[in-house]
């Protein structure tokens, strides 16, 4: 076989292999390729042997490319404003996202090889950007540019469109499809907007008179828009159905789910409805899987409580707690901890409500009350299933904690979280769900107690001596130090601060704590001795990131109770 034939067989081959199609209808379509100068794929999906998604899944793998699927993708307005529509139709590719600090194109392209159309696409501005590409099928491109130029995304445009009713006065006539709503457009526009800001949830909050918005940013709610209550019945009923809620009930709390493409990336939203006093309240959490994950390094820890944590993942059997309040960043520890662990070697199995974000050779299990799988039924459920480490989601009851203890003694590594201020008060905690003493001591690896704190703008951060109640609190002996404190700028969209780092308590159990543990010993007395150890507290932690300047005295003592370092 020569190279051009063997070339026109790939993608067959890649399919035949997938089980996806025969010889014979391969051999039929080199046939009908001799005929017609076509991409063997092409005619594959015009036969009618393969689906377009098929094809785009098999391309993905012959070219080592990531695809995407337009039907659910959302589309930022940026991008398509930034691309000429003649230069998508003509190199078939759609504009996906922009980043404009970034200087960064994101497009789905039908040939990923289209050097021309990239060279074109670099140019657009007046700094060569760079552009990443995503393979999608032709006809979706084709389908996809005639769905969205020509229509407002943007959130201020739709909604002048709606009071105005241009859509109706510009296209008399046409067939009116599901993109054409503006009240459609406007939620993807909506979600587009949050994602891109790094908002964890988007809160649809009707008043009396009108309906507020507001993100959640780096822990903190910001009002985003103010729109009229007229608007609501409409939004809400277009989240609920793509959620898969009951649009019919609006007086009992409702939960659903659903997810999008945006910005050329997979995202997760965990929708609840709320029944108040001026209507349904809707709160979307925000499951940026891209965001969800980080290496162990990325977490903020120094040497030495990185260190620490090391050796209690170390240690083979045990359990790993990690404490703090809803939205601490929990959850995302214990997956950098598990992504850390994880290999063909050890079977790692989850419990979790509900999964948040999927891993690679990982079996993850979400409980469902539908199915009566709870967290204690579930964990006798998974040690049939011959696991080297489990999590499970939250201990929140007796049962579930003394089926995870149970699972540790046997053998195996535990990792969970529980509601606790601090890592030392997760041993009161769980003597009060009801676990014996005698069964804590040796069975804990260590507890990790935990918060998020806003990170100074590297751009506008302030320099100043510390306050004389700063000095005293930071601990320094000499003149006052110099600390940062929050001022605000374009880039930080005047907020002084930009993402989030954890602050975090290690405390890592021995004998001797054990053994105070093992005798019921007070709180005050478990921590003499672990400060003896080198256990330093959140207090301590924040303090140390004031002093490196990542974030501000301000923030941090918003977070927690900066008193504590006197104890």
């Known amino acids: 076989m020569n190279k051009l034939a063997a070339q026109r ?15 014979d209808q391969l051999r039929i379509g080199l046939l009908e390729q001799a005929k017609l100068p076509q ?9 009618g042997f393969i689906s377009e998604a098929t094809l785009r899944e098999a391309l993905s793998a012959k070219f080592g490319k990531k695809s995407i699927d337009l039907a659910h993708a959302i589309i930022d307005p940026q991008a398509l404003r930034l691309v000429p ?9 759609l504009p996906l996202d922009y980043h404009a600090d970034l200087h960064r194109l994101t497009v789905a392209m039908a040939d990923v090889d289209d050097i021309i159309a990239i060279d074109l696409l ?10 990443d590409t995503l393979l999608a099928g032709e006809s979706e491109i084709a389908r996809a540019i005639d769905q969205y130029y020509g229509h407002v995304l943007s959130i201020d445009g739709i909604l002048h469109e709606i009071e105005t009713g241009e859509l109706e006065q510009r296209r008399p006539g046409t067939k009116v499809d599901e993109y054409s709503q503006p009240v459609v457009r406007l939620v993807d526009a909506l979600l587009t907007d949050a994602v891109k800001r790094g908002a964890s949830d988007l809160h649809f909050e009707p008043e009396a008179s009108f309906l507020r918005i507001r993100y959640r940013i780096d822990g903190i709610l910001r009002q985003i828009r103010a729109l009229h209550k007229s608007y609501w019945p409409a939004l809400a009923v277009r989240i609920k159905v793509v959620s898969g809620m009951n649009i019919a009930e609006t007086r009992a709390p409702q939960d659903g789910h659903f997810s999008a ?3 050329g990336r997979s995202v997760d939203f965990r929708v609840a409805a709320q029944p108040t006093l001026h209507g349904e309240n809707l709160v979307l959490r925000i499951l940026d899987r891209r965001r969800g994950i980080m290496p162990l390094e990325q977490l903020g820890l120094d040497e030495a409580q990185l260190d620490m944590l090391l050796l209690m993942i170390a240690r083979p059997e045990g359990i790993i707690l990690v404490t703090g309040p809803t939205g601490s960043g929990k959850t995302t ?3 950098s901890i598990l992504s850390h662990i994880n290999c063909e070697g050890i079977n ?11 891993m690679n050779m990982i079996r993850q299990t979400s409980v469902a009350d539908t199915a009566k799988l709870d967290f204690a039924n579930g964990i006798r459920s998974m040690m049939r299933q011959d696991p080297d480490v489990i999590l499970v989601g939250e201990i929140r009851d007796a049962e579930t904690a003394v089926m995870a203890f149970r699972a540790a003694m046997t053998g195996h590594q535990v990792y969970s979280t529980l509601h606790t201020n601090s890592a030392i008060g997760a041993v009161p905690r769980l003597l009060d769900i009801g676990i014996l003493p005698d069964i804590l001591a040796g069975n804990i690896i260590g507890v990790i107690a935990q918060r998020l704190v806003r990170r100074l703008c590297p751009l506008c951060r302030k320099q100043y001596p510390a306050q004389p109640h700063e000095h005293r609190l930071l601990g320094r002996d000499q003149a006052a130090p110099l600390i940062y404190r929050a001022e605000g700028c374009e880039s930080c969209d005047f907020q002084g601060y930009r993402g989030r780092i954890a602050i975090m308590e290690l405390l890592r159990m021995d004998e001797d704590l054990d053994e105070l543990v093992a005798r019921h010993a007070t709180s005050r ?4 001795v672990a400060l003896g150890k080198g256990f330093r507290s959140l207090a301590e932690d924040g303090l140390r990131r004031v002093l490196d300047g990542s974030t501000s005295f301000d923030e941090v003592a918003r977070v927690i109770d900066i008193g504590e370092r006197r104890l």
């Open 122 to 131: 670099r140019k657009l501005t007046p700094r060569e950007m760079a552009v």
């Open 333 to 335: 520890t214990l997956y």
């Open 9 to 23: 067989r790939a993608v067959g081959q890649i399919l035949i292999g997938q089980g996806l199609i025969s010889e």
């Open 525 to 528: 007395e478990i921590r003499n």
């Open 85 to 93: 529509q003649q230069l998508a139709k003509r190199h078939r590719l």
């Open 39 to 47: 991409p063997i794929g092409k005619l594959l999906v015009t036969l």
């Open 261 to 263: 493409n945006i910005s």
């Open 348 to 358: 790692v199995m989850t419990l979790e409500d509900p999964v948040e974000y999927p």
